[in-house]
Structure formats: C-alpha cells, structure tokens
C-alpha cells in the first residue's frame, strides 16, 4: 500500500497544489509572482518523484483492492507525466511576464492549470474507459474555463463558447461508444476489452467497433483532426498566449496519450479496420491545415493553422501503425516531442513579445523584428525552421521517422503527400523569417533582457538544435538517440 | 589533427562564426576572423590536395555514428571529384572576402562564413541524410543575403529561390528515405552510407521514380532548361559575393550530385534518362545563349551565360566517354573562376556607376584600362578565349559530343560561337562607345588588383597547361568511367 501510494504520489501532489492554490488566491498578500511560483514549486516536487520513481515498475495496477484495475502504472504513462509536468512548467515559467503585464490574471490561473496537469496525467494512467472519460473532462472543463479567462474580450468569450459547446458535445460521443462498447463486452476496463478482442477476432464485433469508432471521434476533435477542425484556429486564437501555447503542446500530447493505448494495444488486431477512414482524414487534415494556415494574417492563428497539419502528420504515423509499421509508434512519441519543444518555444516568443506590447501581431508587426531584438529572432527563426522540418533541427528528424513509418507500411502515395504538405509549410514559416530579417525598422536595437522567460526560450532553442544534431558521441546528454530510445522502451511498455 | 582534417575544413568557418558572435566582435575584428578562416581553409585545403593519391579512391575518410538508430552516420571523404570542387571554394573565398573589405554589414560576413561551411559540407558528405542536411543548411544564408542586402524585388526572389530549390530537395529527401527503408528491408540494419546503398538493386519502375527525384532537386540547382525560372531573378538581385557563391559553387554542386549521387546509386537509370537530359541540355545551351544576347542587365546576362555553359557541363557527363567527362570536370574548375571574376567585376563596376544596364554603360576603356584590362580578360574566359581553362575544356566537350554522334557535336560547338557573340557586343556596348555617364571613371584600386590576380593566374595556367592539373583526377576519372560503361553495356 505504501508503495502504491509512492506510485500515485506525483498526481497526488499536483492536486494538492491546485488545491493550495485556490485556498491561497483568495489572499491579497500573494501576488501573481509568488502564485506562480508556488505553482511550479509542486510540479518541481511532482517532477522529482516522478523521477526518483520512474523506471523500475513494469505495468503495476494502482490500488487495485480499492479501484481495480482503472489506473495502471508502465513507461508509458510515466513518460508522458513527465512531458505534462514539464509542459506545464514551462508554460508558467515562460509566461511569467505575460501574467504580470495583463490585469485579467488572478490565482485560480495557476490552480486550474494545475488541475488540468492532473486530468491529463489521470488521462495517460487510465486503464478504464469511465475513469479515461472523467480523466479528460477534468482537463478540458479546466481548459474551457481558461481559454475564457479573459472575460471582458469578446473574441475569447466566443472561443470559450465555441469550444465548451462543441467540445462537451463530442464528449458526449465518448460516453456514447463507452456504454456501446459494454453492451459487446460487459466491461469498461481495457484489460477485459483486449481480452474480448483476442478471443473474438474472427467474429463480427460490430458493436465494439461502432463504440471505439464513437471514442475516435471525441479523439480526433481534440486533436483538431479535419472535418472536426472548426474550432481550433478560433480558440486558439482567443484564448490567451499562456494557454493556446499548453493547449497546443501540452493538451495534445494528452490526447496522444490515451489515443496510442487504445489503439496499439486494446484495439490491435482490429486497428486495420480504420486504416482507410484514418487515411482519407489525414488527407483531409494535411490539406485543410495547410489551407488554413497560408491563409492567416496574425501568427498566432498561422500556428493555429499549422498544429491542425502537424496533428496531421502523426495521424499518418498512426495509420501506419495500423497496417502493421513497427517504427510507427515510436515515431509519433518522437514527434511529439519535437512538436512539443519547437511550438511551445515559438508561442513562447509570441507571448514574450505580448507581454511588452499590445500589439496583435500580425506577419507585418514582425518587419524589422531582426534588427530590435537579433537573438529573439533568431530563435524565433529556429523554432519555426524545426516546425518546417528543416534539417539540423529536431523537427526534421521527427518527419524522417513519421514518413518512412508511412513507406514502411506500403503507404507510398501519403508519404509523398507529407513531403508536399512540409514543401508548402515552408512557405508559411519562412515568410515569418523572411519578415523578419529583410525589413529594416527605426527602432533602436533592445539588449536581450535576461529573466526566468528568455532563459528558458532559449534553452529550447538549444534543445531544438541539439535534437537535430546531437551525436551519439557525447554521452549523458540525451541526444535524437536518446529520444528515440526512450520513445522505442516507452512503446515496448505497452505492448 | 590530420585524421579529422575534413571535419576542420568543413566546421572552422562556422565555429568561427559562432565564437565570434558569441564574443559579439566588433566589425573588425570580425573580418580578420572571416578572413583568418579563409586562409587557415585554403592551407588545409592545400595540404590535402598535397598529400592527395591520384590513385587512391576515397581518402581522409571520417565515418563516426551520428544517428545510430536509423543508421545517420558522420561520413566525409574526398576523391577525384569532391576534391576540385573543394580546391574552388577554398581558392574562392580570400578574393571575396577581399572584395567585401569596405562592408561593415555584421550580417554579410557571418552569412558567408556559415555559407562556407554548408557547400563545403555538401561537397564531402558521403551519407545521404549528412549529404542533405549540408545541401539544405546551405540554401539558408543564401536566402538571408538575397532577401536582406540584395537589390531590386529582392525580397520576392529570394522566397522564390528558397522555394523552388527546397521542392527540389524535398522530392530527393523522398528519395533517400525510400532507398533507406529499401536498405532496411534487404539487410536489416539502417544505413545512408553511399557506398552501402550503392550495392541495392531496384526493380526499373521504382528506379526511375528514385532518379527522377534526385534529378528534380540537381536540375533546379543547375539549372537546366524548364526549371531555370528562379535563376536570372535571383542573380540578379542577389548581392555580389552571395551571386559568386552561387554560380561559381552551388550550380556546380548540382552537377556534382548527379556524378557523385545520380552515377553511384542508378548508373543504369540514368542511361534511361540520358536522352531527355542531353536534348534539354542542347535546347539550354541555345535557349540561354539567345536570352543572354538579348539581355541588357550585366549580372542577368552572365546568369544565362553560366546555365549556358551548365548546360554544357551537364551534356558533357551525360556523353559518357572521357573526353567529355574531363572536359566536363575541367569546365566545372574553369568556368568557377571565370565566372566568379566576371561576377566580381559587375560587383565593381555596380560600386563605380550605379548601375549595371549596358544601354546605361559606355566609354569606360578610354578612362578605366586596368578596369577595362580585367573585365575584358574574364569576359572572354567565360567565352572559351584560347589559353584561358574555359577554352580546354569546352573543346574537350565539343570533341566528346561529335565522338557520341555528329549532330549533337554541331549544335554544342555552336556554344562557343554564340558566347562569343554576346560576349563581343556586350564589351562593345560597356567598354567602348561613348560615355554617356557622369559619375567618375575611378581605375581599379591596388587591393582590388590583388583580389582579381590569382583568379586571372589560374585561369592562365588551367589554359595553358593543362597538362598540370589532369593528372589529379585523370586516373580515377577514367577508371569510374570505365566501370560506368561496363554497367550501361551489360544493360544492353
């Protein structure tokens, strides 16, 4: 039992600091600085549990006299706790000076971020499909509530209710295919469910498979799949920097996360049977996106744009896991970690930059960017060359493996439309940079300010450089081995 | 040190870059550096070539893992080929950094620095994705020069050179992940090396999908005939020393990754594609010549007149047989130098008159005649002058074409009639006539002189004797073609 308690001690801690947090926002004497820092003083402390703890537990059932078998503890899910814990941080840290510079911002910010990290992580430790739905509405209510934070401005009240609606109500699907899915099998838990699925291969499971198909769709809206992608670009576009920057790295790699156990292991031998629908939408997605984002004015909503194709990259990773690719898998953790450390440094920078202005920012805001601020620029530059796949970054090496997962399953025509889709990226991406270096402007030049916010940017930027070229000749410093290492033993968790 | 002497050659310009801007270096300092690691290349360079075994293959091979879960390995290596194009980046990059002695633009000198770095790079690399990762890094500063000190629509044309080469790039990065996976599949382990791929076979519908992506991204670079849209723009705008950069090396390298990746991965394919190739080659050499007569733009006009003779290098090594081939490689040598001199030239001539519109030039050989000396001397080098290294080689070419079959050998030699031709009356409209320019005549400066003397020097010794440099490649030319004839005359 203690040990048990040990393994659940990281989301335990989470709780309580969001719980702390709510106690202490009520009092005039913490400012925003201290919230914040309390805020990551308990996902510090998570982090190093979680670290102390990783590694030494294969597949262990949490409480499992008290819950049965709802929460599992492998690899898997312990690495994406990390991804979360360190997300989280990091959106906090680098928007210290964004909260400041806006009045909207008080203490339950941090406790609802909090709260959000425990859904999510609630999320990847889920062994049981109730217990998976709760998981994900305890993110996203908090995520519903943040995104319309700032009530006075009409544009994120209407993406607050654009995504509370349409988000509740593809929810409402998950619970849906859930209760279908007991009818066929006269359980929730995803053990009984793999079982079933074993036993009855050959037989016709059309109950189960219009159920999981239901999930897939609460799936896919989260993710901003194509023709589920109407929202993203507004609510991103909403809602404030701090959280279209977690939305974007952190709550997509949640959604990931239960979407990987499903599929590679409860669904395994029947994944075939999405593997056209999965490759119809992911051209969908690719094209979409890329239409989506050429078409914007501001950055922010390019981004917006550009996540829903990058989300479009991993879902033809994840149709070739269903025709049987071995590198699929490790491919989209991959990904998402090069997904994760390249976008949530650029709207790191964007953010930076709102916190001095109130500018929109629009592609044109950017002219002569270079010349006041070089090394934010060039970080900028960095972060959107790996978001393009250009190599000497980690976002090449992560379209590498996604695109010859997709050769390896036999899916030569979508790999080649990947490379097309990254050929028009280019466009978008390069013509932030293109602005920003080749316009001269008036303003003086600003010395780089040091803070808790730039630091951290940059040390993405290095990351990011780092995981583009990184040998395997320095050791202890995890290079694109290590990644793909801890990518390929995280899998091998789950099966 | 002399085991990693390749990777010195390759990352002392960019270290040299980043401890530079890491210090933040005053501008001066900043130019001894750039200069510094131009000349500590060169002597590397030098020694290479020095200790270089005519006979020996691939030397100074480096291969350390670098990926080693799917196989990315740091290979670099030089032989034959890699090493002239190398010899011309190094000889290249003193005279520019000359040439830049008065910009006090920070930017100008980290970007060539970096530029350094990526064609050299690019030249060495014997593993597909390092091959790659070089050929794309060095798109970047390239992009950066044109779009920020260029002139005219430079901001336009520089996202049109970017995007049009990164298709290109993107169609052979296809490629190479299909050839890795194809690797993967027969033996079992991850591998981009050039000498493990070279030992796959493919089926003849899949090789030609393979070639015809590698050939996408090489016939852009070149350009050939069809996919030159983004050159005369982008020349034309691009500041000097990035505009010698790219056709006295870039172009080159499209060339070279036909030779080095094109022949050493589908020998056989590409007898398939040699006929389209030759006759877009053909209709280039004509097609660019004509634009170049009718040009009036100087830096436009020697933007057709290098795809001309691209054009040229490019039939020469499709004729496969070693006349051809050596004239081929010669050419590369030749025209770099000609064509980095003529370039620098406009460079200067730009500084003096504001301009570089014949109809706006006139009467300069009355006021200027060192200027007028040099410009003339690498105007006609690019025409093939007998006794400059250009005229070697294309007589080379021209006798290999007339070997491989008679009419392609007349239209080739029409190539040296035709750049005689725009040559001729463009030093008759620029150099001669009347002054209808008020700015002063200024001559060339003794630092300029210097800058421009070694250009004029080797173009002298490849023309007359050339009997100096052949030996270096010559044996492994001959023995590479060998093997390469021996292939496509299995296939038949």
Known sequence: MMIQFLLALPMVIIVIGALTLMLLSQSKRFTLDRLNLIAVFFLVISLVVQLITMGDHKSTFLFTDLLGHSLILDDFASIFDLMFTVGAMLTLLINNDYFKSRSYFNGEYFALILFSVFGMMMLSHAHELVTAFIALEIASLSIYALVGYHKNNKVSSEAMMKYLVLGSMTGAFFILGTTLIYGAVGSTSLTEIATYVIINEHQDMSLLIIGSSFIMITIMFKIGAVPFHSWVVDVYHGAPYPLTMFMASTFKIAIFAIALRLYLVNFGPINSFWSELLQIMTILTLIGGSWLAINQKLVKRMLAGSSIVHSGYLLIAMSSLGLGSEMAAPAIMFYLIAYFLSSVGAFGILSFIASQSKRQMTYDDFKGFAQKRPYMALMMSIFMLSLAGFPSTIGFLGKFYIFTSAIESGQILLAGLGILIAFISVYYYFKLIAVMYFYTSDAPQKIFPVNISTIVIAIMALLVIWGGIGTSLIPFIPSPDGFIDIAKRTISSLI | ?492
């Open chain 2, 1 to 492: 040190m002399m085991d990693n002497i390749l990777s010195i050659i390759i990352f002392l310009p960019l270290f040299m870059a980043i401890f530079l801007g890491l210090i933040r270096a005053e501008i001066t300092l900043l130019k001894i550096g750039a200069m510094f690691s131009s000349i500590a290349t060169l002597f590397l360079v030098a020694w290479t070539a020095f200790y270089f075994d005519p006979e020996g293959g691939m030397q100074f091979v480096e291969n350390a893992p670098w990926i080693k879960n799917s196989g990315m390995s740091y290979f670099v290596g030089v032989d034959y080929l890699s090493l002239v194009i190398l010899l011309l980046i190094s000889l290249l990059m003193p005279p520019l950094y000359i040439y830049m002695y008065h910009e006090n633009r920070k930017g100008y000198w980290y970007n060539m620095m970096l530029l350094q770095t990526g064609v050299t790079g690019a030249v060495l690399s014997l593993d597909l994705v390092l091959f790659y990762l070089f050929w794309e890094t060095m798109l970047l500063p390239i992009f950066v020069m044109i779009g920020k000190y260029g002139n005219g629509l430079h901001q336009y044309n520089s996202m049109k050179i970017i995007l049009m080469t990164i298709l290109g790039s993107m169609s052979m990065l296809f490629s190479i992940m299909y050839i890795g996976y194809v690797y993967f599949n027969t033996v079992g382990t991850w591998s981009f090396a050039l000498i493990d791929l070279s030992t796959l076979t493919f089926n003849a519908q899949t090789s030609i999908w393979l070639t015809a992506g590698f050939l996408l991204a090489f016939a852009i670079k070149i350009p050939l005939v069809g996919f030159h849209t983004w050159m005369a723009p982008a020349y034309g705008s691009s500041p000097t020393p990035a505009v010698v950069i790219m056709s006295a090396i870039m172009a080159k390298l499209g060339i070279y990754g036909i030779w080095r990746f094109g022949f050493g991965l589908f020998e056989t394919t590409l007898v398939y594609y040699a006929p389209t190739i030759i006759t877009l080659a053909l209709i280039g050499l004509l097609y660019y010549a004509i634009r170049a007569i009718t040009e009036d733009n100087l830096r436009k006009m020697f933007a057709y007149s290098s795809g001309s003779h691209l054009s040229l290098i490019a039939l020469g090594l499709f004729l496969t047989n070693i006349y051809a081939w050596s004239g081929s490689l010669y050419l590369i040598a030749a025209h770099a130098f000609a064509s980095a001199g003529i370039f620098i030239m406009i460079g200067l001539m730009y500084k003096r008159f504001k301009t570089v519109q014949i109809s706006a030039l006139g009467g300069i050989a009355s006021k200027a005649p060192k200027f007028t000396f040099f410009f003339a001397f690498f105007a006609l080098s690019i025409a093939g002058l007998p006794g400059t290294g250009g005229f070697v080689a294309e007589l080379l070419i021209i006798i290999g074409a007339f070997k491989a079959n008679f009419w392609i050998g007349v239209l080739t030699a029409t190539t040296m009639l035709s750049a005689m031709l725009y040559i001729f009356w463009m030093l008759q409209r620029t150099l001669f006539g009347i002054s209808n320019n008020d700015a002063h005549y200024e001559d060339l400066s003794i630092r300029e002189i210097i800058m421009l003397l070694p250009l004029v020097i080797l173009l002298l010794a490849t023309g007359i004797m050339p009997s100096l440099f052949t030996p270096i490649f010559e044996p492994q030319l001959n023995a590479s073609l060998q093997e390469i004839i021996r292939v496509i005359g299995d296939l038949k």
